[in-house]
């Protein structure tokens, strides 16, 4: 089983459209949550933290459930310039630097 | 202002032939991370310095050494790269939080690198 798994979509969905993607992780001892965007052949930005108590930031709410160790990404009110590919990445808790273990990400195109 | 510069962006380089992809970062942080991220795949950690410490992950191979002669600068060696070595090469860097984690990472641009 992969550490950290998505479900690679893509998801085509039209402006203005109301979209959510989820992430498993293996790793019940992942401490810290993230969500990335990367647009085609460019690299990761953060998109967002996730905390434990759900975080939202405009149109983009993060949730964690440990119980069930998924994280959720959820896109309201989609843009045409929200169409790339989303990366969910874990970190255990460790000295020395986080080791960010990233899913393979989840494509997202929304069309006209 | 760039915060993480890596250079060159774009490398082509022959079978078994050495190659140095450099890293520079304009943040002061301490840890450095080289990531391997090959088409529709995710990022892959392959090592990382915290300072001068040197972690590698277990299942990085041996052709892939790297450097950090001080905070700014950070180097990934390939000493024969192999085909399945093309890929984007991405630098990050981090400092760490008081808690010892959830810091975050800025990425560079990244070098793509093809070996033919």
């Known amino acids: 089983r992969k550490e950290v798994e998505q479900d690679p979509g893509p998801f085509n969905v039209p402006e203005g459209a109301t979209v959510a993607f989820n992430c498993t992780y293996s790793?019940?001892?992942?401490?810290?949550f993230f969500w990335y965007r990367q647009d085609c052949r460019k690299e990761p930005k953060l998109l967002m933290s996730?905390?434990?108590s759900g975080n939202e930031d405009g149109r983009f709410t993060a949730q964690l459930n440990r119980a069930s160790q998924y994280i959720s990404l959820l896109i309201r009110d989609s843009k045409l310039s929200d169409s790339a590919t989303y990366l969910c990445?874990?970190?255990?808790?460790?000295?020395?630097?986080?080791?960010?273990?990233f899913g393979t990400g989840t494509q997202l195109k929304v069309e006209l | 202002d760039a915060m993480v510069i890596q250079n060159p962006r774009y490398q082509v380089t022959q079978f078994g032939k050495p190659v140095t992809l450099s890293c520079s970062q304009t943040?002061?942080?301490?840890?450095m991370y080289w990531y391997q991220q090959k088409s529709s795949q995710a990022p892959k950690l392959l090592f990382h310095?915290?300072?001068?410490?040197?972690?590698n992950e277990a299942d990085t191979p041996d052709n892939f050494q790297s450097r950090r002669p001080n905070t700014s600068f950070c180097f990934l060696d390939i000493r024969s790269p192999g085909l399945g070595d093309t890929a984007m090469y991405l630098c990050?860097?981090?400092?760490?939080?008081?808690?010892?984690?959830?810091?975050?990472?800025?990425f560079g641009p990244g070098t793509r690198l093809l070996v033919l």
């Open positions: 990050a860097t981090s400092t760490p939080g008081l808690a010892g984690g959830g810091e975050t990472q800025y």
């Open positions: 790793n019940s001892a992942s401490q810290s």
């Open positions: 996730v905390y434990s």
């Open positions: 990445a874990v970190t255990p808790r460790t000295r020395g630097g986080n080791k960010l273990t």
């Open positions: 943040l002061n942080h301490n840890v």
């Open positions: 310095y915290y300072d001068k410490d040197f972690n």
